[in-house]
């Protein structure tokens, strides 16, 4: 009921540089928190940073002062600036969307996620 759509990842260098994008379509009636995970092979996956409606943002201490996570309600698009990358930040990214939608005539609460973006640093 939600469809996402992910794009921005790619291979980088140490100190590297990247911006995420994750854009939401659908019978939107309101999104509340969207989010950006990662996962590794043979790992779970793993919160990066959330965002909810009003703005207010929490990262994981792994990321905290290197990524920022934003989101432009008006485009239902919801961004992660990478910089400083590390090579174990290396990962498949994935972006979440908590959101009522409209189901007929009902509104109903949705979480959805993106298809993955490759991250890759190395040198």
């Known amino acids: 009921q939600v469809q996402l759509v992910e794009s921005g990842g790619g291979l980088v260098q140490p100190g590297g540089s990247l911006r995420l994008s994750c854009a939401a379509s659908?019978?939107?009636?309101?999104?509340?928190?969207m989010g950006w995970y990662r996962q590794v092979p043979g790992q779970e996956r793993e919160l990066v940073a959330n965002?909810?409606?009003?703005?207010?943002?929490e990262y994981a201490d792994f990321v905290k002062g290197r990524f920022t996570i934003s989101r432009d309600n008006a485009k239902n698009t919801v961004y992660l600036q990478l910089a400083s990358l590390k090579p174990e930040d290396t990962a498949v990214y994935y972006c979440?969307?908590?959101?009522?939608?409209?189901?007929?005539?009902?509104?109903?609460?949705?979480?959805?996620w993106g298809q993955g973006t490759q991250v890759t640093v190395s040198s």
């Open positions: 979440r969307v908590d959101a009522i939608v409209m189901g007929g005539v009902w509104k109903i609460g949705t979480v959805s």
């Open positions: 965002i909810i409606s009003d703005g207010s943002a």
């Open positions: 659908g019978k939107i009636v309101s999104i509340n928190e």
